[in-house]
């Protein structure tokens, strides 16, 4: 089964979400509305939550994981991801927090304490290493990631158009009888 419930907490689907049947959700997870979580995707909630917002896509291949509290991180961190967020395929989101309007490009990694602020591009392949904050409005790209320039409208744009994209494609599947897990 893909929603698995683990220490007595099971991963809640807001209304309209989609998880595709070989991807992996468990814990204490809450998907958005209108969200989608595409094929070979693993989102582990085990030792932390994790909270994705509404009109959210989470890409094929992704891994999406918290930081647990220990020695080193008394409180550890959740991941919290915000509303109208595309999330590219095999991005890894580590115990980080990503606002609304991003996307993250393919296989970049998010780490630790990270926090990316509304509005930004993370272009593909990009690292954000522990405890960074990429502040609204900007393009960043590199290994680690640098800020490249300010978003011009056009990219503005793309960030409700993807989202009405990825609604538009997770209804389409559902409505070729698609079972969601919890129903």
């Not at 683990?6 to 309209?16: A, C, I």
């Not at 909630?45 to 020695?71: E, F, W, Y």
């Amino acid at each position: 089964m893909t929603i698995r419930t683990y220490q007595n907490k099971t991963p809640v689907l807001g209304e309209r979400a989609f998880v595709d049947a070989t991807a992996v959700v468990i814990g204490d997870v809450e998907l958005g509305a209108d969200s989608s979580v595409w094929p070979l995707t693993v989102i582990r909630g085990d030792m932390h939550r994790i909270r994705i917002g509404a009109r959210t896509s989470i890409q094929d291949g992704s891994v999406l994981h918290i930081t647990h509290a220990g020695p080193f991180n008394p409180d550890g961190y959740p991941l919290i991801v915000g509303d109208e967020v595309t999330v590219g395929h095999k991005v890894t989101l580590h115990g980080c927090t990503i606002g609304n309007r991003v996307l993250v490009g393919m296989g970049s990694i998010v780490m630790d304490g990270a926090v990316v602020e509304d509005d930004v591009i993370i272009g593909a392949g990009s690292l954000v290493p522990p405890g960074k904050r990429l502040e609204s409005g900007f393009l960043y790209v590199g290994s680690p990631v640098k800020q490249a320039r300010p978003l011009n409208d056009k990219e503005r744009g793309f960030f409700q158009y993807s989202a009405n994209n990825y609604v538009k494609l997770k209804d389409q599947h559902l409505a070729e009888g698609y079972d969601r897990p919890d129903s």
